[in-house]
């Protein structure tokens, strides 16, 4: 059966990109701590439509801006796949966007370990940063992030 967790594992396998697929315990302490900071729980089927205090760009390519921004640090990809929340750790943002390349289309959120950002691309090809990846978000809309 297809999944987007296959998917990752098996394009990650052939990148040789080091992926860890997080526990669902794990994940739903992580998705937990995302309701908590950013979502202001109106949403519906999209996190994305109950974000709070965001920033937003229109972009086809923003997910590839997302290098700049996670760098070398590791990163949790968290996605809806199978009916359920799934996290992955990557190893770095560049690791992230490589590997984000090579697979089909599906809508993602990236976050670190602290969750002191929450970044999204989704199905309208918008880029929402939330947290620190707020302002980046913004400067890249008005065309100022460094290297955008």
Known sequence: MWSISNE????SKELKIEVQ?????????YFA??????????YHSFL?????????VDDSSGWKY???????????????????WNAAVINS???????IGEMYGF???VFDSSVSY?????????????GSAKEWVNNLREGSAPNA
């Open 21 to 29: 697929i997080l526990s669902e315990e794990i994940t739903t302490e």
């Open 48 to 56: 994305w439509d109950g974000l709070s205090d965001y920033s937003f």
């Open 8 to 11: 990752i594992l098996s394009v």
């Open 33 to 42: 701590e995302i309701e908590k900071k950013y979502l202001l729980g109106n």
């Open 118 to 130: 929450l970044i999204c691309f989704n199905h309208h090809d918008q880029l929402i940063g939330v």
């Open 107 to 109: 809508e993602f959120y």
């Open 66 to 84: 997302l290098g700049q921004f996670i760098g070398d640090k590791p990163c949790i990809l968290f996605f809806y796949d199978l009916e359920k």
């Open 93 to 99: 943002g560049h690791e992230l966007v490589t590997l």
